[in-house]
């Protein structure tokens, strides 16, 4: 083989790769958001395979906080029992936060890892569709419940002003114990059991009711940009909004719903997120 045609014979592997690699790319490109979906989805369910045999065989989950020494914790944070309280949880990360106020403004105190939550990202929409919700919640003392078949459970409140502006329905979602879930988020009986120390602490203490925001993830632009092509991703624009503005206060925003959509106003100062979720448009603008 002459010199001339190896190099034509290189050339035309040369273009013949090339051509494959765009044709390769262009396929990832259109299918890449139903491939990471189907990839963030195994992981999800391989997640709560482990955290399940963890809880099963009377492990402690990985990321829970020292439960035995609540009172050391709060005094290093320089927080009391019956502080007012917010929480925020994010379903892909597994993790429920929990804030404490003080010196009027928020402060995390602890991070606690859920057991489990049943159905995929994204909202409930409907009775038996086994998702657990997302949205902004708000509980008072009646939502909580003692003597639950699940240890300990708080009702969210599902469905709220938005979720029924959107006819979803369902009932009973809450946040337990017993590492269970339908449609729920389910801690360990030990974190429930630390969570309802604080919360009743803080509604005894005057507080009247307090916020749960419920995300899908952690509502970084990395991570929106990564599920911008799902179906959820503008309700989920709209959760971010309340979300950046907790972010920037370390205070519960005011939260309504106006024409189906959240709107969301900036917190008065030295609030401690008490106030119920409005539906009607007054002194605020729906987003875009």
């Known amino acids: 083989m002459t010199v001339a045609s190896r190099k034509r014979r290189s050339l035309t592997t040369i273009i013949v790769l090339g051509a494959l690699a765009a044709i390769v790319g262009g396929v990832l490109t259109l299918y890449w958001p139903a491939i990471y979906e189907a ?30 020494n609540l009172q050391g914790r709060l005094s290093s944070q320089k927080l009391d ?3 007012p309280v917010f929480m925020r949880i994010f379903k892909r990360d597994f993790e ?20 489990l939550w049943s159905g995929h990202l994204g909202p409930k929409h409907k009775e038996g569709d086994r998702q657990s919700p997302e949205g902004f919640y708000t509980i008072d003392a009646k939502a909580l419940n003692p003597a639950s078949k699940y240890h300990r459970s708080f009702n969210l409140g599902f469905p709220n002003t938005f979720d029924r502006a959107h006819d979803r329905s369902g009932s009973f979602l809450m946040v337990h114990g017993g590492c269970a879930s339908i449609g729920c988020y389910a801690m360990t009986d030990g974190v429930i059991d630390e969570i309802w120390t604080l919360v009743t602490a803080a509604l005894k203490s005057g507080q009247e009711r307090f916020q749960v925001q419920v995300f899908p ?72």
């Open 39 to 68: 990839l963030e989805h195994e992981v999800i369910r391989a997640e709560r395979t482990k955290r399940l045999s963890l809880a099963v065989a009377g492990q402690t989950l990985p990321g829970t906080p020292d439960l035995a």
């Open 81 to 83: 029992v019956g502080a």
């Open 96 to 115: 429920l936060e929990l804030w404490m106020l003080r010196d009027g403004r928020f402060h995390r105190f602890a991070t606690y890892p859920i057991c």
């Open 217 to 288: 993830f952690r509502m970084t632009d990395h991570n929106m940009a990564l599920h911008a092509q799902s179906a959820d991703a503008p309700f989920w624009q709209q959760l971010k909004q309340g979300h950046d503005l907790f972010e920037e206060e370390h205070l519960p925003p005011r939260v309504g719903v106006c024409q189906g959509r959240y709107v969301f106003q900036h917190a008065p100062a030295n609030k401690d997120g008490s106030a119920a979720i409005a539906d009607n448009c007054s002194d605020a603008s729906a987003g875009s």
